[in-house]
């Protein structure tokens, strides 16, 4: 079945500065990647996700990129904000597996003002 | 339009009692998946069920654990005779088709004495 790892798993950055977190997947079978947000204590929420037939997508000061020949996909975020510190899923998501997304095991994400 | 709901928020048993979570999806989601997170964990996919359909229930432990999501009525996760590694956060996630967003319900956390 599918696999996704997920690195770093914690990660600090400066006010302002960029993060960047890095996910690999195992399926090639894969087309669908989310990206859910998880702040202490709530629920996950979807950020934002790509299909397979893209190969970057941007909203505002999140991005991300996906490379289907090296099966991994990256989550890049500008300029960052303290409210941007959280936990950070990304997912995969494929037919063979019945659509059920797998989730990679996450990166903390402290933003220090 | 409300969004998932998911109760009870917090639940305590004691070993050897049974666990009934409730999940309303989305008005209109007829797609609902389960998953279990631990403190500090990731979210690990347990079961994904459309109406009366168990399509993927392969994250789920073979004993005690079930799942059902009726005609009518809220999907219920049931775990029979309880032990204190069940104790985690059971988020539940609805969609209204597959490769699309899943909106996460409040989660419920469950504390196994």
């Known amino acids: 079945g599918e696999n996704v790892e997920q690195h770093p798993s914690t990660l600090s950055v400066q006010e302002g500065d960029s993060a960047v977190i890095k996910c690999t997947y195992s399926d090639s079978a894969s087309n669908y990647f989310p990206w859910y947000k998880q702040e202490l204590g709530k629920r996950p929420q979807l950020i934002i996700d790509?299909?397979?037939?893209?190969g970057e997508k941007k909203d505002q000061r999140i991005a991300v990129t996906l490379n289907k020949t090296a099966k991994h996909f990256s989550l890049h975020i500008t300029e960052t904000q303290p409210e941007d510190s959280a936990v950070y899923f990304c997912a995969a998501s494929s037919e063979t597996s019945y659509d059920k997304v797998i989730f990679g095991p996450g990166t903390s994400l402290s933003v220090i003002p | 339009n409300a969004g998932v709901m998911q109760n009870p928020r917090h639940l305590v048993r004691r070993r050897g009692q049974e666990a009934r979570l409730r999940c309303s999806p989305m008005?209109?989601?007829?797609?609902v998946y389960w998953y279990r997170q631990l403190p500090e964990e990731g979210l690990k996919f347990m079961v994904y069920l459309q109406k009366e359909n168990i399509i993927d229930e392969s994250g789920m432990p073979k004993e005690r654990f079930s799942a059902e999501f009726p005609k009518e009525g809220p999907s219920i996760l049931r775990i029979q005779q309880v032990v204190r590694g069940d104790s985690a956060a059971y988020f539940c996630?609805?969609?209204?088709?597959?490769?699309?967003?899943?909106?996460f319900g409040p989660g419920t956390r469950l504390t196994v004495l």
């Open positions: 996630a609805s969609s209204p088709r597959a490769y699309n967003e899943q909106f």
């Open positions: 790509i299909r397979s037939n893209v």
């Open positions: 008005k209109g989601h007829s797609h």
